[in-house]
Nanobody, 122 residues
Framework: QVQLVESGGGLVQAGGSMRLSCAAS????????MGWFRQAPGKEREFVAR????????YYADSVKGRFTVSRGNDKNTVYLQMNSLKPEDTAVYTC???????????????WGQGTQVTVSS
């Protein structure tokens, strides 16, 4: 059974930092692109960041570039999202996903976690 499980969400003040983790199990994800998406209330799911299979290639949405860092653990089945200088507009449910395409659209990802809530207070 394939599972992606996020952790690390919670409440943080604006300007603070938070690190999210995504643990993948049930198969080997070492060849998969791992992405982070977020969805705020009343809004569509949006792409945040992605990392390639080796961890050496990353790509970010303009809204988080320079503040967020996506990385991959040595086992390649764990992905992290380090979020710095958080803003109230970063408040959303953050979800990790795995796919075989170097993509920013949700439909190109095959496996999804349940998501973790991140709330940034002003």
């Amino acid at each position: 059974q394939v599972q992606l499980v996020e952790s690390g969400g919670g409440l943080v003040q604006a300007g603070g930092s938070m690190r999210l983790s995504c643990a993948a199990s049930g198969r080997t994800f070492s060849s998969y692109v791992m992405g982070w998406f977020r969805q705020a209330p009343g809004k569509e799911r949006e792409f945040v960041a992605r990392v390639n299979w080796s961890g050496g290639g990353t790509y970010y949405a303009d809204s988080v570039k320079g503040r967020f860092t996506v990385s991959r653990g040595n086992d390649k089945n764990t992905v992290y999202l380090q979020m710095n200088s958080l803003k109230p507009e970063d408040t959303a449910v953050y979800t990790c996903a795995a796919g075989m395409s170097w993509a920013t659209v949700p439909r190109r990802y095959d496996y999804w976690g349940q998501g973790t809530q991140v709330t940034v207070s002003s």
